[in-house]
Every structure is written in structure tokens, then in C-alpha cells.
């Protein structure tokens, strides 16, 4: 729940204290001045992170916002994630006051069944948002040899950081263009270059882009599975 009253983050927060754990930060680092990469110590043993790793921080009494696990080593205690700070709302500005050896009480969530080892091609479309959990996916896509493209959605000042992660087959859009126009996303590679129809349809991010995206997929009949998962939305709070 992204804003409740604090009576009831407080009782969800005890409810749920096996999924609740104190992490030290130990590492930041600003990939550029909007990107904000992170690294926590805590105790995460009897965890297995699943790929897409969903954990929350309360960033104030009533909000609590949601970031993807990028890396997390469970022998070694340690996770990162990637966050977009894009303006002063509570969340992006939680993320850019942490500082090293901050101590903050932060919530594991679940991981999602976006990737099937099975499938031989891959599409992950995503924005700034979706980073962390491009940057999970990019390991077992290249060990299980996949056919594979990453489509990010870009601010300008953004453009340079697959490169600079190290991802690798992606192609990089404006934001308020291709994914704004089906007309557009109908002229995209994956509909035009090659026969796409089977593969695996990860959609993350700004919720606006990948719904036309999907709208898309779907009137191309696309047969293989498309996962959704709405990252942000337009004048909305929380998610
Ligand atoms: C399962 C899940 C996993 C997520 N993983 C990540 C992650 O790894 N990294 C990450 O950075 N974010 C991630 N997000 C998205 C993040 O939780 C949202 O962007 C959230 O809204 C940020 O909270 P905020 O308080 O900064 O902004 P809010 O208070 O929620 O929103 C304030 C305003 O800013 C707008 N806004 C929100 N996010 C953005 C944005 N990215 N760009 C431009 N405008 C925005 C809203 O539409 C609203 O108008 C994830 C979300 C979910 C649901």
C-alpha cells in the first residue's frame, strides 16, 4: 500500500516483520544526477532472490514506495538497486538523502515469474525505472545464450547509462515519442525484423507507454507470454 494512515504501515509493518529487515547502506553511487545506484548490508539468509526482487522502503510515516533488487548476493549479505530520482516527490527524495552507513528498515517483497529459461527470445521494455531489473535479467540472458533486446525509454540526460551499466542489445527512445504513437511501435524491429510472435514480453515502467505497447502486441495476435507490470503512472502517487 503506497500511502496509508501510520497506524496501519505501523501494523502491516509488524505483521509482516519476517519479510522486514534493517540494512546498512554501504555503498552509492550517481550513475548520472537522476540515477542513483545503492548498495545494502543486511542479513539476507533462508532468502532466495528471485529474479525482479521487489522491496520497499517508508519513506515517511504514511508512504512507502517500491524499488527492484539489480544484484543481491545472500552468502555475502548484500543487495543493490538502481532509482530514478526524478523531481522532490517523497520517494525520490528518501533516495537521494541516503548516505553511507545510513541504517533504514526496508521491506522484501516478492519476485515475479517474468522469465522463462525456456523461451528463446526476450524483450524487456522498461525506462529509468526498470534498470534495476534489466541490469537482474542481463546475467541469465547471456548464460542461457537467449535472443534478446532491451528497449528503454529515456530522459536526454539518461541516454549514455546502458552503456555505462554494461548492458548490452538495446535501443534507446525518447520519452513522449515511439511509445506514445501505436503507428510507431508498429514500425519497432520486434514487428518488423524477423519472427517474434513466441517470445517472452516483459513490459515495465511508465504504465501510459506500455499499455499502447502491449495494445500492440496484442493486435499482432503475439503468442508468447506477455508479462505487465506497471512501474509508475502519470499524476499518480505511489504504485
Ligand atoms: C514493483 C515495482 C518496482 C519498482 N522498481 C523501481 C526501481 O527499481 N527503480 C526506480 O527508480 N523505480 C522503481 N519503481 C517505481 C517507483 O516506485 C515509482 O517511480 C514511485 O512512484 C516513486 O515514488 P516517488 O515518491 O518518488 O514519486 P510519487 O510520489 O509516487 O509520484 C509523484 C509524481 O511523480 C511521478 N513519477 C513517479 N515516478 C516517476 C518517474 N520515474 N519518472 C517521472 N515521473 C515519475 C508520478 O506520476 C507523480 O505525478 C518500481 C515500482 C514498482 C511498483
Known amino acids: ?71 543481491g548476493d545472500v552468502k555475502a549479505g548484500v543487495i543493490e538497486f538502481i532509482a530514478h530520482i526524478h523531481g522532490d516527490a517523497v520517494g525520490a527524495k528518501f533516495i537521494d538523502n541516503l548516505k553511507l552507513r545510513d541504517e533504514i528498515k526496508m521491506g522484501l517483497l516478492r519476485g515475479s515469474k517474468q522469465y522463462d529459461p525456456n523461451v528463446k527470445q526476450q524483450l524487456i521494455f522498461g525506462d529509468e525505472t526498470s534498470l534495476s531489473l534489466m541490469m537482474d535479467f542481463l546475467p541469465r540472458l547471456q548464460k542461457n545464450l537467449h535472443q534478446f533486446m532491451f528497449y528503454i525509454e529515456l ?9 555505462l551499466l554494461g548492458l548490452t542489445n538495446y535501443m534507446v527512445f525518447s520519452k513522449q515519442d515511439v511509445f506514445r504513437s501505436k503507428e510507431k511501435i508498429r514500425e519497432l524491429p520486434v514487428f518488423k525484423n524477423g519472427d517474434w510472435q513466441n517470445a517472452n514480453i516483459v513490459l515495465t515502467g511508465n504504465i501510459n507507454s506500455l499499455q499502447n505497447f502491449r495494445k500492440v502486441f496484442k493486435e499482432h495476435n503475439h503468442k508468447g507470454k506477455l508479462f505487465v507490470k506497471g512501474f509508475w503512472l502519470e499524476g499518480k502517487k505511489g504504485l
Open 155 to 163: 530522459d536526454e540526460e539518461n541516454k549514455a547509462v546502458p552503456e
Open 1 to 71: 500500500m503506497p500511502t496509508a494512515p501510520k497506524w496501519v504501515n505501523d501494523a502491516m509493518e509488524t505483521l509482516a516483520s519476517s519479510r522486514m529487515r534493517m540494512v546498512e547502506v554501504v555503498e552509492t553511487t550517481y550513475i548520472t544526477p537522476q540515477l542513483k545506484k545503492i548498495q545494502l548490508k543486511g542479513d539476507f539468509s533462508k532468502l532466495t532472490f528471485e529474479l525482479g526482487h521487489t522491496i520497499s522502503f517508508r519513506v515517511n510515516d504514511n508512504d512507502s514506495r517500491h524499488y527492484t533488487v539489480s544484484y
